[in-house]
T-cell receptor, first 112, second 113 residues
Framework: AQSVTQLDSQVPVFEEAPVELRCNYS??????LFWYVQYPNQGLQLLLK??????LVKGINGFEAEFNKSQTSFHLRKPSVHISDTAEYFC??????????FGAGTRLFVKA | EAQVTQNPRYLITVTGKKLTVTCSQN?????MSWYRQDPGLGLRQIYY???????DKGDVPEGYKVSRKEKRNFPLILESPSPNQTSLYFC????????????FGDGTRLSIL
């Protein structure tokens, strides 16, 4: 069975500091991996996706993620965060079927 | 503008009173899905539909029904709501390819007293 584990439920960080949101997955088959962001009172929006090829994926708003097959991880990073990055972030996987498995989410708080 | 529209955005109701949450997408997507979001649990899939008249259970289908009579619409029906169905609900759609991301509505917050 597939699963997604987001290792931190909350991450506080100061503005302009770097941040890493961690995501580990479990799957016996190839995966498609996604990071979504949810701003207050809104639905989820796609940040970036890994389908195949280059393991470093760049997304919107300066975010990037690195796919590491040996460590079954897909951590999200940003070198310098802004107050506007305060949101909840979800890692998700699909193995080519009809179901998408989501992690429990990580709340990023950016402090001035 | 490409979008997924859910209605209502907020609803407070009582146990046992049937309700329907509507979902419509304007992207001609084959695949649609319903999720519930609960604190600490992330999003859990309730039902999904691969195309018109084709639906299947997700991970938490108990107490819910769906239908897909038209490609653009995928309503979620709670025939006899109970307090444990109080949650934030999202509808999503994508193309028929599983490597494509989903587009989400803005959510429906249901409170069942």
């Amino acid at each position: 069975a597939q699963s997604v584990t987001q290792l931190d439920s909350q991450v506080p960080v100061f503005e302009e500091a770097p941040v890493e949101l961690r995501c580990n997955y479990s799957s016996s088959v190839s995966v498609y991996l996604f990071w979504y962001v949810q701003y207050p009172n809104q639905g989820l929006q796609l940040l970036l996706k890994y389908l195949s090829g280059s393991t470093l994926v760049k997304g919107i708003n300066g975010f990037e993620a690195e796919f590491n097959k040996s460590q079954t991880s897909f951590h999200l990073r940003k070198p310098s965060v802004h107050i506007s990055d305060t949101a909840e972030y979800f890692c998700a996987l699909n193995t080519g079927g009809f179901k998408t498995i989501f992690g429990a989410g990580t709340r990023l708080f950016v402090k001035a | 503008e490409a979008q997924v529209t859910q209605n209502p955005r907020y609803l407070i109701t009582v146990t046992g009173k049937k309700l329907t949450v509507t979902c419509s997408q304007n992207m001609n997507h084959e695949y649609m899905s319903w999720y519930r979001q609960d604190p600490g649990l992330g999003l859990r899939q309730i039902y999904y539909s691969m195309n018109v008249e084709v639906t299947d259970k997700g991970d938490v289908p108990e107490g819910y029904k769906v239908s897909r009579k038209e490609k653009r619409n995928f309503p979620l029906i709670l025939e006899s709501p109970s307090p444990n169905q109080t949650s934030l609900y999202f509808c999503a759609s994508r193309t028929g390819q599983s490597n494509q991301p989903q587009h989400f509505g803005d959510g429906t917050r249901l409170s069942i007293l």
